[in-house]
């Protein structure tokens, strides 16, 4: 069954650095798109960076430069790297993954594409 776990979160200052994993179970990043969302509180859930076949990469124009996206073959682990942060990075941060093959270039960022999400974990950044 398809499954993705999400680790790495936490409580840090503006300006330091957090790397979050998501481990995935049940199929192979090879074939699939995965990508990384958000969900600030009282916002929607918004894309942060993508990964199809461990191939190309996508990222939010906003976020560009300052978070990256990278995947572990071996360990079925997909990473965001999260530099500089701010406090407006304070969000729920979720992976999720197209396993029926509905995944388009540029739509990469739409919730509709995505089948298996994980359970979120936690970034807070204070001022």
């Known amino acids: 069954q398809p499954k993705l776990v999400e680790s790495g979160g936490g409580s840090v200052q503006a300006g330091e650095s957090l790397r979050l994993s998501c481990e995935a179970s049940?199929?192979?990043?090879?074939?699939?798109?995965i990508t990384w969302f958000r969900q600030a509180p009282g916002k929607g859930r918004e894309g942060v960076a993508c990964?199809?076949?461990?191939?190309?990469?996508y990222y939010d124009d906003s976020l560009k430069g300052r978070f990256t996206i990278s995947a572990d073959r071996a360990k079925n682990t997909v990473y965001l790297q999260m530099n500089a942060l701010k406090p407006e990075d304070t969000a729920i941060y979720y992976c999720?993954?197209?396993?029926?093959?509905?995944?388009?270039?540029?739509?990469?960022?739409?919730?509709?594409?995505?089948?298996?999400w994980g359970q979120g974990t936690q970034v807070t950044v204070s001022s």
């Open positions: 999720a993954v197209d396993l029926t093959y509905n995944w388009i270039e540029r739509n990469w960022s739409n919730l509709g594409i995505y089948d298996y």
């Open positions: 049940g199929f192979n990043l090879d074939y699939i798109a």
């Open positions: 990964m199809y076949k461990i191939g190309s990469i």
